[in-house]
């Protein structure tokens, strides 16, 4: 019965963070994920990227904790100062249909080159979101006898309301810079700062006043590249990955409302399999430390400019909470074709939206992260 009364409590714990604070989803994999965070993020790399993430947050406990996001963006150079445009849909559930949000959103990037080894994209975002409250499925207090749980019927009248419909907006900024050195043969550094809910759109489902609480997102990585022949483009080229060491330390810190959380870790690339470990924190103390997270991975080429990467991270729980909620897990399966672009101007040609390679300059600092 303890144990029961604890999975409500948590249950309705999260409905008031959710309703009230009103958290967006929250990814392990946020470097695999990167247009959700940011739009400045769109078409950063070369040709096209589509990406499906799924997290399943706290299994053990009864309903659905699930956030979903596919994302795709395809870079344009031929438009000058044109960065890419993208799409983001996202899907998240807290219980078994307590709280259900979902958002198509539509970003665009704008480009602009600094020098031959460092760049920068400024990109917005336009989102549709829907949010919708089950009033059936919750639980209120009048129902819950402390012997037998919930046997009574609630007095609670629900509102007519159940959906919520609002646009809302994001934008962000990106800044990245390739080198070399005698110890590495690439370095390859990107930082970010992205704020979304600009305009704070009211998702009251009463007819009351509830702003949407803006969100920060601040992520950083370098990835230091050993053995790679020494040529910037290999970042992206991989056609081998044979001999291929990368290191790649990296970092977020998320700040909406009250929530506050930041993460910190590296991921190593050795041939095609990942490797990854980090900590995540809601403090500032890293002892204090909630979750740590562990990362495998596959990087598979299916042929010179295009490869699928399957990322699986386990995120364990260190506070006591483990016994009830469960450790998190999240999956995530990329698809990269480097070739691909939406006008090719009379490159040569194998088909609709591929260019030949050849054409591609290495002042465009065309790299991207594993």
Same mark, same amino acid.
């Given at each position: ?5 604890? *999975? &409500? &409590?948590?249950?309705?714990?999260l ?15 946020? *470097? ?73 959103g $539509? ?25 919708? &409250? =089950? ?12 012997? *037998? ?11 007519? =309301?159940?959906?919520?419909? *609002? ?30 809910? &600009? ?6 489902? $009463? ?40 290191? =790649?330390?990296?970092?977020?810190y ?32 890293l ?13 598979a ?33 990329? $698809?990269?074709l480097?070739?691909? =672009?939406i006008?090719?101007r ?25």
């Amino acid at each position: 019965m303890k144990k029961t009364s604890l *999975y &409500l &409590l948590i249950i309705l714990s999260l409905m008031v963070v959710k309703t009230a604070v009103a958290q967006d989803p929250l990814f392990s994999q946020f *470097y695999n994920n990167p247009v959700y965070y940011n739009p400045a993020a769109v078409g950063l790399n070369p040709g096209l990227r589509a990406r499906f993430n799924i997290r399943e947050q706290w299994p053990q406990l009864p309903g659905d904790l699930r956030s979903y996001t596919f994302s795709m963006d395809i870079a344009e150079r031929n438009i000058p100062g044109s960065g890419g445009l993208g799409l983001v849909v996202m899907s998240d559930n807290a219980g078994t249909g307590y709280l259900k949000t979902s958002s198509v959103g $539509l970003s665009t990037s704008v480009r602009v080159p600094l020098q031959e080894n460092m760049v920068t994209q400024v990109g917005i975002m336009t989102s549709f979101v829907q949010k919708r &409250l =089950n009033w059936d499925n919750l639980v209120f207090t009048d129902q819950l006898n402390p012997v *037998y749980g919930n046997i009574y019927e609630s007095s609670f009248q629900a509102p007519d =309301n159940g959906n919520v419909f *609002y646009p809302d907006f994001s934008a962000g900024g990106i800044f990245r810079f390739t080198e070399s050195s005698n110890t590495f043969s690439a370095i390859q550094g990107t930082f970010g700062v992205a704020v979304h809910h &600009l305009f704070r759109p009211n998702e009251s489902f $009463l007819g009351l006043t509830s702003p949407l609480p803006r969100k920060l997102a601040i992520t950083g990585d370098i990835i230091l590249e050993i053995d790679g022949g020494g040529d910037k483009l290999y970042f992206q080229r991989q056609e081998s990955n044979k001999g291929t060491f990368k290191f =790649n330390p990296g970092f977020i810190y998320e700040s909406q409302a009250d929530f506050k959380t930041y993460a910190v870790g590296v991921n190593i690339l050795k041939s095609s399999i990942y490797t990854g470990v980090w900590f995540r924190n809601r403090t500032t103390e890293l002892t204090k430390s909630n979750d740590l997270i562990f990362m495998l991975g596959l990087n598979a080429p299916l042929s010179g400019a295009t490869r699928m990467k399957i990322n699986y991270t386990y995120d364990f729980v260190l506070t006591e909470i483990r016994t009830v909620t469960g450790c998190s897990h999240e999956v995530s399966i990329i $698809l990269e074709l480097d070739d691909f =672009n939406i006008f090719n101007r009379g490159r040569s040609s194998g088909g609709f939206g591929f260019s030949n390679r050849n054409y591609r300059s290495k002042q465009e600092l065309e790299c991207c992260p594993f």
